[in-house]
């Protein structure tokens, strides 16, 4: 299977952190965040990812390269307009086009998810998108599951207005698996969401599915959150390593 990366994006919830530096390359104890990110790919078995570049590319560039020595192959794909989560996804697609299925990790998320059920559960259910899913109080996201883990609504970024009535605890968690058919549902060169134009658009057609998160995740979207993950790596609350030399 293949992957990618999101890792366009300013962070710029993050102030001074990411005045100078890119999201994924903050510091995580002594690697940057996208090196667990990509360790955790390649110890689930993925070794061709593509990753989306944008602010201050060369710094993810020349710290990852090709991928070779890690025994993986990284292609980047530079952004000069953002594209969006979706928009990014679809300037690949010639990258994605022979796989059965693929995977979009946020480049903030730091989980130990094991992505092999991930993949064997939307394989089962014949999905257009599986979406990993976690319970949270509030978020920007409310996705509702019957039994089966359909996806029976999605709301992105609601007024509390449209909130009002659904009572859902499962919110997104930043990561999907994507039959090769989603494409056809993202329009080309422009920018395009994929939570708010892409999955709250086809839960009607019954193909969207929401699997419970196992293990750790988290956002790392603020001074707070970055230590909070490096705590979890250190004392093994995150079960993740960075990316190790298999040549």
């Not at 300037?91 to 989980?111: I, R, S």
């Not at 930043?174 to 892409?198: F, T, W, Y």
Request: glycine share 8%.
């Amino acid at each position: 299977m293949k992957a990618m990366v999101l890792c366009a994006g300013f962070g710029t919830r993050l102030g001074d952190l990411t005045r100078e530096l890119p999201k994924p390359m903050l510091p995580l104890n002594d690697q940057p965040l996208l090196a667990y990110l990509l360790g955790h790919l390649q110890a689930q078995g993925v070794r061709d990812v593509a990753i989306n570049l944008h602010f201050l590319p060369h710094l993810i560039r020349e710290h990852f390269g090709d991928g070779g020595r890690w025994n993986m192959k990284f292609s980047y794909s530079h952004e000069e307009t953002l594209l969006g989560t979706a928009g990014g996804v679809k300037k690949m697609a010639a990258f994605f086009q022979d796989e059965p299925a693929f995977l979009v990790q946020y480049g903030d998320v730091l989980t130990d998810q094991d992505f092999r059920s991930l993949a064997k559960f939307h394989a089962e259910k014949s999905a257009l998108a599986t979406l990993l899913v976690h319970q949270r109080a509030k978020s920007n996201s409310v996705v509702s599951l019957d039994p089966a883990g359909r996806v029976i609504g999605f709301l992105e970024r609601p007024t509390e207005e449209a909130r009002r009535g659904v009572v859902s605890p499962w919110v997104n968690s930043g990561i999907c698996i994507c039959s090769p058919e989603i494409l056809a549902h993202i329009p080309p060169d422009q920018p395009c969401d994929l939570p708010r134009d892409v999955f709250a658009p086809l839960v009607g057609t019954g193909r969207l599915f929401g699997f419970p998160l196992a293990g750790f995740r988290c956002a790392i979207d603020s001074a707070e959150r970055l230590a909070l993950a490096q705590t979890a790596v250190a004392e093994g609350a995150c079960r993740v390593r960075p990316l190790v030399n298999l040549n």
